[in-house]
T-cell receptor
Framework: DAKTTQPPSMDCAEGRAANLPCNHSTISGNEYVYWYRQIHSQGPQYIIHGLKNNETNEMASLIITEDRKSSTLILPHATLRDTAVYYCLSVVYGAGSYQLTFGKGTKLSVIP | DAGVIQSPRHEVTEMGQEVTLRCKPISGHNSLFWYRQTMMRGLELLIYFNNNVPIDDSGMPEDRFSAKMPNASFSTLKIQPSEPRDSAVYFC?????????????FGPGTRLTVL
């Protein structure tokens, strides 16, 4: 599975869009990009995932570059409750094996 | 839907004692995962089950750790004997794997302290 690289921390003003980058330059064609977040010491929470196309759901948007070497998670209107650690993962499914590696993530602080 | 249920939420024990952590996955999910989180190592996958069968236990740190899933609605992670370095938050997650995508739903975790 590809290694992902994220900035350790970011700040965002409340109400503004939060753009969280992720580098996955060694990603292979069958690896998906997943985003999870972890608030305080709660269990991680799924946000969104994609393979090649940009994706949007009620929580966020995921923009994947055409070469798939990087992606950006966008929280369109950040609130204080979005303060969390955000993890970008690459996930590959193989016969009898499931590779899922959480890195250190990006600690997002939403500032009033 | 109750989500993934873990018990106990907190466990304090002494070195050498046996510890059993429990997990009830979301009904209908066919995969279950055990993770450990520490400040030093972050979130690590220990083992996962598919249809109650252990598929990959390469993340289990050593023989003191064992995991079972006797049926689709229950799993245990046991540490015997426990050591202070086992202190961590242990998460259980479940998912319904269909095709090449699935979403994992995590429980609230069990905070284990080994004195």
């Amino acid at each position: 599975d590809a290694k992902t690289t994220q900035p350790p921390s970011m700040d965002c003003a409340e109400g503004r869009a939060a753009n969280l980058p992720c580098n996955h330059s060694t990603i292979s064609g069958n690896e998906y990009v997943y985003w999870y977040r972890q608030i305080h010491s709660q269990g991680p929470q799924y946000i969104i995932h994609g393979l090649k196309n940009n994706e949007t759901n009620e929580m966020a948007s995921l923009i994947i570059t055409e070469d798939r070497k990087s992606s950006t998670l966008i929280l369109p209107h950040a609130t204080l409750r979005d303060t969390a650690v955000y993890y970008c993962l690459s996930v590959v499914y193989g016969a009898g094996s499931y590779q899922l590696t959480f890195g250190k993530g990006t600690k997002l602080s939403v500032i009033p | 839907d109750a989500g993934v249920i873990q018990s106990p939420r907190h466990e304090v024990t002494e070195m050498g004692q046996e510890v059993t952590l429990r997990c009830k996955p979301i009904s209908g999910h066919n995969s279950l995962f055990w993770y450990r989180q520490t400040m030093m190592r972050g979130l690590e996958l220990l083992i996962y089950f598919n249809n109650n069968v252990p598929i990959d236990d390469s993340g289990m740190p050593e023989d003191r750790f064992s995991a079972k899933m006797p049926n689709a609605s229950f799993s245990t992670l046991k540490i015997q004997p426990s050591e202070p370095r086992d202190s961590a938050v242990y998460f259980c997650a479940s998912s319904y794997q269909a095709g090449n995508t699935d979403t994992q739903y995590f429980g609230p975790g069990t905070r284990l302290t080994v004195l």
